[in-house]
């Protein structure tokens, strides 16, 4: 019971989320707020692809990006009065109010790596749901001025991508 529970809790954030989730956002999502155990999670995700009530919408990326199907909806709308109505409300709480963050932290991504010269390397990018919308890798000198361009990449990647969207294409 306990197994379907799971089942019907993804597919219920997924539902809420309105938008596919990257694997790793839904775990992390799932396991700090204590909705279920990380081998749970995993466990449901696995035998929920193999079924066919999620699907991996990015099979090309490295990472997967797990969104609802059809049949997926349709078992949530026959049951998802299982889900216990205050875990409900607890998802449905914390989606309304991080909604945005989880948004940027799958569509603003951002990494950094030291060079065999020792300079450092930041890599940017835009991920929309059907496609890259931008991907940029600047070249610094320390390891903290990466850091602090990797951090800011979030809040300052729409103005960043809307400045050379005007400055370059129109």
């Known amino acids: 019971m306990q197994n379907q529970i799971n089942k ?3 597919l219920y954030i997924l539902d809420q989320m309105g938008t596919p989730l990257l694997e790793n956002i839904l775990v992390t999502m799932i396991v700090d707020n204590n909705w279920m155990s990380f081998m749970d999670c995993k466990l449901a995700l696995s035998e929920m692809l193999n079924v066919g009530l999620i699907i991996n919408v990015a099979p090309t990326k490295a990472e997967p990006k797990i969104a609802i199907t059809m049949s997926g909806r ?3 709308d026959g049951y998802y009065t299982t889900i216990p109505i205050s875990l409900r409300e607890d ?3 914390h989606i309304k109010k991080n909604r ?7 569509e603003y991504i951002a990494d950094y790596y030291k060079n065999k010269d ?3 390397t930041v890599s940017m990018k835009i991920d929309s749901s059907s496609c890259t919308l931008m ?3 600047i070249i610094v000198q320390t390891r903290s001025t990466a850091k602090r361009i990797y951090k800011s990449w979030q809040d300052k990647a729409p103005i960043i991508y809307e400045n050379i969207h005007e400055n370059l294409i129109e």
């Open 100 to 106: 945005v963050y989880y948004k940027k932290q799958q």
């Open 8 to 10: 019907l809790t993804i």
């Open 91 to 93: 998802i449905a709480s």
């Open 74 to 76: 349709e078992g949530l």
């Open 118 to 120: 020792g300079t450092y």
């Open 135 to 137: 991907d940029l890798k």
